[in-house]
């Protein structure tokens, strides 16, 4: 027994010995460490080998060809957002600041329906564009609704709708996360709840995530909440309802909505949500027209309106849209970008009427819109929400931070905010200012919710074994920058980011790494074991 502790005891000092002299490619000492779980920060060092985590505690006698000293700084999991729309950005800023400076080291795109199809030639084409951040995609609805059916207000037959599903099942095993849908934009608009359960039903047999941009955001937001949280019943699919918000006349509802979330949790269907921390929110002016007058296609948009009779009846309709939604003026309606005529950038709707030497009523402002429109429209920000509801969203334990942005072209344009600082925004004013939620809450929403929902094996938290995706940042510091009048500065406070083991941001400045990988749905991995 004594030959036994003494063997014990001999093995524990080898042991510790050869631990005090491991070699890391990098240590992170002396920081505060927030892990991703929740859980309360405790004080560490994180040991990093290639691209993986290899240990997290008292590391201070082991050596490391880098050593980065986080006193005074959280380091935590990169932040992943799930809602982006970077297509068509990817080779123009590959090293993706405004994402990079934010803390984002993770971004999912093919949000809201709108994705490339042939998911495997995307994939490979980012593979080759070489960012610096990770990316995964989903499949959009509305794109391959497009490729079988055009832009027309039409149901598919057997025939058009098994072509679809194959589009889909392809998409899956190719790599995608899952299936997006963009129902308040076309070909969407047109679809018929049984043709969206049965695409899910395909998404859902690769493990993929259904992600939606509801019909309605608005007056009707509790039957379009309805409608997605069915769909996720019917395919037996994880359901993530994207961007979530409310406006007119719906303002204050936010509790009666996340309380229908509750309810289909308890019922068994996996429910989350999303959001952006901005009482505005920002997409395309055509959201203001009717759906009809939208089928075809832009081309079909401007005909229409050159027929009288028709005119009148869509300025009647928008009318009664307002009046619904109580409101009397489109000042809410502010230009982000209008590429035929940028001196509108950053105006309102209501400003713009004005200086064209019109009275300020509701119906010469909707001429100024469909004026807009056959110009060739513009990029929008909505200021159409309540500070109440964004925070009472904010707490609610299942809501992830996202930005529901492309990769920003600096100084291009007077795009959202939300492009630059989401997260930051987060920090800064809801967890250091207002105490909203804790500063745990607030990275957990971040990194491990996220990861867990779109099986991101291997990020979003720190542990030995994870992938080096880590931000060290000031939390008494850390601030947005970018607002809705100066939408171009980058977040500030991030001193560190690493994106698989490779120092991306070091000491304040990002330094042109652009080690980001590509991300597989569960699909590819499954479709590959076979």
């Not at 990194?447 to 938290?461: D, M």
């Not at 850390?478 to 120092?503: I, Q, R, W």
Request: proline share 4%.
């Amino acid at each position: 027994m004594r030959k036994f502790r003494l063997c014990c005891l001999l093995l524990l000092a080898m042991t510790s010995c050869v631990f005090a002299q491991q070699h890391f490619d990098i240590i992170i000492k002396n920081g505060k460490i927030i892990d991703g779980t929740g859980n309360p920060a405790f004080d560490g060092d994180v040991g990093i080998v290639k691209n993986k985590i290899i240990s997290i505690g008292d590391l201070s006698k082991s050596k490391a060809g880098k050593i980065i000293d986080a006193t005074g700084l959280i380091v935590a999991p990169g932040f992943i957002d799930v809602h982006t729309h970077i297509e068509g950005d990817e080779k123009t800023t590959p090293t993706a600041n405004n994402f990079i400076y934010d803390g984002v080291t993770t971004v999912i795109t093919g949000n809201c329906g709108s994705s490339n199809t042939d998911i495997r030639k995307y994939l490979k084409f980012l593979d080759s564009a070489k960012l610096s951040v990770n990316v995964g995609t989903l499949i959009g609805h509305n794109d391959v609704r497009r490729v079988v059916l055009g832009e027309e207000d039409v149901s598919p037959d057997k025939a058009q709708l098994k072509r679809m599903e194959e589009m889909i099942g392809k998409a899956m095993r190719d790599g995608a996360m899952g299936f997006s849908t963009g129902l308040e934009y076309t070909p969407g608009i047109y679809s018929k709840p049984d043709e969206i359960v049965a695409l899910a039903k395909v998404a859902a047999k690769y493990h993929g995530v259904y992600t939606s941009h509801m019909r309605n955001e608005s007056d009707k937001v509790f039957d379009a909440i309805a409608e997605t949280i069915d769909v996720g019943r019917q395919a037996k699919i994880p359901v993530e309802i994207s961007h979530f918000k409310v406006g007119q006349p719906n303002l204050g509802a936010s509790g009666k909505m996340l309380a229908m979330v509750d309810s289909a949790r308890e019922e068994g269907i996996d429910v989350n949500v999303d959001q952006y921390p901005y009482t505005a929110s920002s997409t395309t002016l055509y959201i203001l027209l009717p759906d009809w007058l939208k089928a075809g296609g832009t081309s079909e948009i401007a005909k229409r309106l050159s027929y009288p009779g028709l005119h009148r009846k869509v300025v009647i309709e928008m009318i009664n849209d307002m009046n619904r939604r109580k409101r009397s003026h489109f000042d809410y309606a502010i230009v982000a970008s209008c590429f035929y005529n940028p001196s509108l950038n950053g105006k309102s709707i209501e400003q713009i009427n004005i200086e064209a030497g019109r009275p300020s009523t509701i119906q010469n402002e909707i001429e100024t819109i469909l004026d807009i429109v056959k110009m060739g429209s513009a990029d929008m920000v909505f200021h159409s929400m309540s500070e109440t509801d964004v925070e009472n969203i904010l707490k609610y334990p299942l809501t992830m931070i996202i930005s529901d942005s492309g990769i920003r072209e600096f100084g291009v344009g007077v795009p959202h905010p939300r492009g630059y600082g989401s997260n930051a925004r987060v920090l800064a004013l809801y967890v250091r200012e207002k105490k909203v939620i804790s500063l745990e809450d607030a990275v957990r929403k971040m990194t491990s919710l996220p990861a867990q929902k779109f099986h991101l094996t291997g990020r979003g938290l720190l542990r030995p074994g994870m992938y080096a995706d880590i931000v060290a940042f000031d939390a008494s510091t850390v601030k947005d920058e970018s607002t809705f009048e100066h939408p171009h500065a980058y977040s500030t406070g991030f001193k560190y980011v690493l994106v698989n083991g490779s120092l991306t941001v070091d000491n304040f400045k990002h330094i042109g790494t652009r080690k980001g990988v590509i991300l597989h749905g569960p699909g590819y991995t499954q479709h590959q074991s076979k």
